[in-house]
């Protein structure tokens, strides 16, 4: 399942957001992780 989230423009979804950019890239990857865990478990 490829992902092209984790380039350059970042985004995640607003529940998940933090405006802090030190922390957009681990937003990003636990975002991804959690989605692809809901794919796992279906």
């Given at each position: 399942?490829?992902?092209?989230m ?37």
């Amino acid at each position: 399942m490829p992902h092209s989230m984790p380039h350059i423009p970042l985004f995640v979804p607003e529940d998940v957001y933090d405006p802090d950019p030190a922390n957009a890239y681990t937003c990003v990857i636990e975002h991804i992780d959690a989605e692809v865990g809901r794919v796992v478990d279906v």
